[in-house]
């Protein structure tokens, strides 16, 4: 079993930051790329910004310069630092993650969510 848990979510005025973690916890053999998703009311959820186990990182275009994600291997957690945050960030964000699990012998991969933690920007 395994639970992808974020935290750091809230309600913060127009030009504040934020700092998002996402902790997992379970049977884990090794965490493979993360990633934080998000979806606005109305709206399709997105990539909002990702990173390998070797620590590459992507972002989308309107995050670009004002978000930075990173993670603690040792730790399982993956965090993402939201600065200059502006009324179109509001959205629920998701934790995502890709862990190998083992049984025996046999190694399994599979994709993990989290609940979502809501982040509220206000103009």
């Known amino acids: 079993q395994v639970e992808l848990v974020e935290a750091g979510g809230g309600l913060v005025q127009a030009g504040g930051s934020l700092r998002l973690s996402c902790a997992a916890s379970g049977s884990i053999f090794s965490i493979n790329a993360m990633g934080w998703y998000r979806q606005a009311p109305g709206k399709q959820r997105e990539l909002v910004a990702g990173?390998?186990?070797?620590?590459?990182?992507n972002y989308a275009d309107s995050v670009k310069g004002r978000f930075a994600i990173y993670r603690d291997n040792a730790k399982n957690t993956m965090y993402m630092q939201m600065n200059s945050l502006k009324p179109e960030d509001t959205a629920v964000y998701y934790c995502?993650?890709?862990?190998?699990?083992?049984?025996?012998?046999?190694?399994?991969?599979?994709?993990?969510w989290g609940k979502g933690t809501q982040v509220t920007v206000s103009s």
């Open positions: 995502n993650a890709n862990i190998d699990t083992r049984s025996g012998s046999y190694s399994y991969s599979n994709n993990y």
């Open positions: 990173i390998t186990s070797g620590g590459s990182t």
